[in-house]
């Protein structure tokens, strides 16, 4: 099953690598094209490959610049990403694929977002964690997943000094209930200094039936990150091998409440 939304990189060359639920490609750092090199592009949606007509099951994922990010789906309740959000334009959308059964996804395509779709950066954030997609009057918040070159959790989490709270929500089928709160300055501090420095571990998986807490790392004015934590396996998913401190401190903090 092609599970896939691919995102368009203004100067980046088009590169190979398949872009499905199974896998955890291409990766590196990216830096933004100089507004000479985007009137530069070609017409979007002209280097569209070429693969049999019809549908395919795509996830709203992309690609940008060998990193493939998921789409933040926000409840209505929730922080959402703004025009005020919107950061440098650092690319556009070349080509959907939507109805297309291609099976190797490259930079440059998109599963959803129309040729010639805007992609910005989000304000505060390195677009090597979020970047912004702004299409049908909406704006679109997209977050790394997964970047082959990463070692640590700084290499595609942009949280230093960022994270106003942390939340601890309650376990499965109690997603949407918070247990505690993580409000401390220097704990906050100390536990993000602690996903930062964990592991990548792209080989990961939780144990079945074991106990799991979502965590929303919270920013200011805009929408919060979202993990679970598997404290059995110190696994922040999807790939984080996280330290026993900073499990610790989650399981102190629900203990404290």
Do not use: K, W
């Amino acid at each position: 099953m092609v599970m896939c939304v691919a995102l368009a990189s203004c100067v980046g060359d088009r590169g190979a690598g398949p872009l499905t639920s199974a896998s955890t490609s291409s990766g590196g750092a990216s830096s933004s094209p100089a507004p000479s090199e985007l009137d530069d592009q070609s017409e979007p949606g002209r280097a569209c490959p070429s693969g049999p007509s019809g549908s395919a099951d795509y996830t709203r994922f992309v690609q940008f610049e060998g990193r493939q990010y998921l789409e933040v789906d926000s409840a209505p309740d929730e922080e959402q990403l703004t025009v005020e959000d919107l950061g440098q334009q650092v690319g556009q959308t070349r080509c959907m694929l939507i109805d297309r059964g291609v099976e190797e996804i490259q930079d440059g395509d998109s599963a959803f977002l129309p040729a010639g779709t805007p992609l910005h950066s989000v304000a505060s954030f390195d677009i090597r964690f979020r970047l912004a997609a702004q299409t049908g009057g909406e704006v679109l918040l997209f977050e790394v997943y997964s970047a082959r070159d990463a070692t640590v959790g700084r290499d595609v989490l942009d949280l230093d000094g960022l994270v106003q709270s942390i939340t601890i929500n309650g376990g499965p089928g109690h997603a949407e209930d918070a247990i505690a709160r993580i409000t401390d300055p220097t704990e906050i501090e100390r536990v993000v200094q602690l996903v930062l420095d964990a592991p990548v571990d792209n080989h990961a998986s939780a144990t079945d039936g074991g106990v799991s807490y979502f965590l929303e790392f919270e920013f200011n004015g805009t929408p919060a990150l979202s993990r679970v934590l598997y404290p059995q396996d110190n696994l922040l998913h999807p790939y984080l091998r996280v330290p026993d401190a900073f499990t610790a401190a989650i399981v102190l903090a629900v203990e404290r409440a």
